[in-house]
């Protein structure tokens, strides 16, 4: 995704190597990235790639297309904000974080970015927000309640019913 030429002052001249950042996902909701540096380029994607791989988290979708809910993540100067987005909408996102969606598997969401252009930061800024999105399902289950309770779907009645009762 971003690779950067680094550069060594020896006694001889200058000694330049690569710094690579790499994100790999499965386009399933698995999505991890990687920093890596050699002296030369396919090296030093190989073992970005090789970090990615070991450091990838699970962010659970919604629909399997977008974020269940909207996120906010901020690391160094850079400030995200993640907003899921109806079906249709695309990926609307500049640089980085776009690669990390494509990898994710999201279609449909929406992002800004605040603060900083650079790729380390907006990554792991981009991390932070999702990292903690968590999916209704497994809400219900820490709370101890139904997923429609959650959501509204189908208790809406009975609480409505209550209030209509102690008003008479």
Not at 28 to 50: C, L, N
Not at 85 to 109: C, H, K, N, W, Y
């Amino acid at each position: 995704m971003h690779i950067n030429r680094v550069s060594k002052t020896v006694k001889g001249g200058k000694r330049f190597g690569f710094a690579a950042l790499v994100v790999v996902g499965d386009g399933k909701g698995r999505v991890g990235f990687g920093h890596g540096k050699a002296r030369e380029v396919p090296e030093a994607i190989s073992k970005a790639t090789a970090a990615a791989k070991k450091a990838m988290v699970r962010v659970p979708l919604k629909d399997g297309r977008t974020l269940h809910h909207d996120g906010n993540g901020h690391f160094g100067a850079g400030l995200v904000t993640l907003r899921s987005a109806p079906q249709g909408t695309g990926i609307i996102a500049g640089g980085p974080m776009r690669a990390v969606f494509e990898s994710l598997g999201v279609a449909d969401v929406v992002t800004k970015s605040v603060g900083t252009s650079n790729p380390y930061n907006m990554i792991r800024a981009t991390f932070e927000a999702l990292t903690a999105q968590v999916s209704p399902k497994s809400v219900a289950q820490r709370r101890g309640k139904k997923i429609a309770d959650l959501l509204g779907r189908g208790g809406a009645e009975a609480p409505q019913a209550e209030a209509e009762a102690i008003v008479e």
